[in-house]
């Protein structure tokens, strides 16, 4: 199929962020053994035409994951097509964001207040407090420097990690959200969270796949 033709054809999703059109079915139950070769055809950016692209202008750890990918998920295909939107496929699968506090839960049962309040704000699901403590040691095991010996107090923030609705959030709903995350919470300073959350892209990868 011609990029064109790609462009206009109708796909089937196979998991988030890659679409697939099967042009041969597989004769037999798919094996540790078995491979897929990938051949980038082409891309498509925003409103322009497909276009041919090198396939160093795809990640060179893309074909390695997509044969992965395609080995847990596509099993009943020996060859087709894939559009790829790598926005999508990079977009974290459990939505979550952080609430910054300022100041420390001294009173009892005061986490348990806020989370409870959290969680009543359409949108959020659950709610977990994160010790300034704790995200210390988060900091220190991912190879970060200590300033223990230059700072007397650790300058994290507590915090609350919140998990949100699975649905099509925009930048906006996340401003409204953190508006009324500090109208409930008095000592929450920043909400934040992946960009990644609600960034959208009309740009795509399209590979021919091949199973041997």
Do not use: C
Request: zero cysteines; aromatic letters at 10%; hydrophobic letters at 35%.
């Amino acid at each position: 199929m011609t990029l064109e033709n790609l462009q206009k054809a109708k796909w089937t999703n196979l998991t988030q962020g890659i679409d697939y059109i099967s042009i041969q079915k597989a004769s037999k139950a798919i094996s540790e053994k078995d491979s897929f070769i990938l051949t980038l055809k082409g891309a498509k950016r925003g409103e322009a035409d497909p276009i041919e692209v090198s396939i160093n202008e795809a990640s060179t750890a893309l074909p390695d994951f997509l044969s992965n990918t395609l080995k847990e998920h596509l099993t009943k295909s020996k060859a087709g097509y894939l559009k790829i939107n790598l926005t999508e496929l990079l977009k974290p699968s459990s939505l979550t964001g952080q609430v910054y506090m300022t100041g420390d839960y001294t009173e009892p049962f005061s986490f348990s207040k806020d989370s409870a309040i959290l969680i009543t704000i359409p949108g959020i699901l659950s709610a977990s407090f994160i010790s300034k403590e704790h995200a210390k040691k988060k900091y220190l095991t991912d190879g970060n420097n200590d300033w223990s010996k230059v700072l007397d107090e650790n300058p994290l923030p507590n915090a609350i990690e919140v998990t949100l609705e699975n649905k099509n959030w925009t930048k906006e709903s996340l401003d409204k959200l953190e508006s009324t995350i500090k109208e409930k919470i008095a000592i929450a300073s920043d909400f934040v969270y992946p960009g990644l959350l609600f960034e959208k892209s009309d740009s795509y990868y399209f590979f021919e796949y091949k199973r041997f």
